[in-house]
C-alpha cells in the first residue's frame, strides 16, 4: 500500500465565508468519524480569507476511494454553494480504480510521481 498526498485548491464564493467554514468544520468531523486511513486531512485559508487549501495524506488509494465516498454528499454541497475553481494535486502512485473515479468526476486533476527526497520514498 502506497500512501498518497493530496492538496486540494478552491475559492470561497462571495458572501460565503462563514457558511463556508461551518461546512469545513463538517467535513473535518465527517473524517475523523469514517476515514481510518486518512492520515491528514487539514484545511489552510489564505490570508484574505478568499482561498482555500486542503492537504491530505491517505494510506492507500483505497482509503482516498473511501474518503470520497465517506464525504461524497458533502463535497458536493461545498462545490456547489460554497467553493468555485477547484483544483487537485496527487502526488504517488493512484491505483486505476482511483485514476477512473478521479477522471469521471471531471476535477482539473495533475498526477506527480516520486522523483527524490529525505526519504526514499514517501
Excluded at 464564493?13 to 492520515?39: I, N, W
Excluded at 502512485?93 to 482539473?108: D, F, Q
Aim: hydrophobic fraction near 40%.
Amino acid at each position: 500500500m502506497a500512501k498518497l498526498q493530496v492538496s486540494a485548491k478552491m475559492k470561497i464564493r462571495d458572501g460565503m465565508l462563514e457558511a463556508f467554514k461551518q461546512h469545513a468544520a463538517e467535513c473535518v468531523q465527517r473524517a475523523k468519524e469514517k476515514d481510518p486511513g486518512t492520515l491528514q486531512y487539514d484545511w489552510f485559508i489564505s490570508i484574505d480569507k478568499s482561498e482555500c487549501e486542503i492537504r491530505e495524506t491517505y494510506e492507500s488509494s483505497e482509503a482516498f476511494l473511501a474518503h470520497l465516498f465517506n464525504l461524497s454528499d458533502l463535497l458536493s454541497i461545498l462545490y456547489e454553494r460554497f467553493a468555485s475553481d477547484h483544483t487537485v494535486a496527487i502526488y504517488g502512485e493512484p491505483s486505476p480504480e482511483l485514476l477512473e473515479r478521479i477522471k469521471a468526476r471531471g476535477v482539473n486533476t495533475k498526477f506527480f510521481s516520486f522523483l527524490h527526497g529525505l526519504q526514499e520514498s514517501p
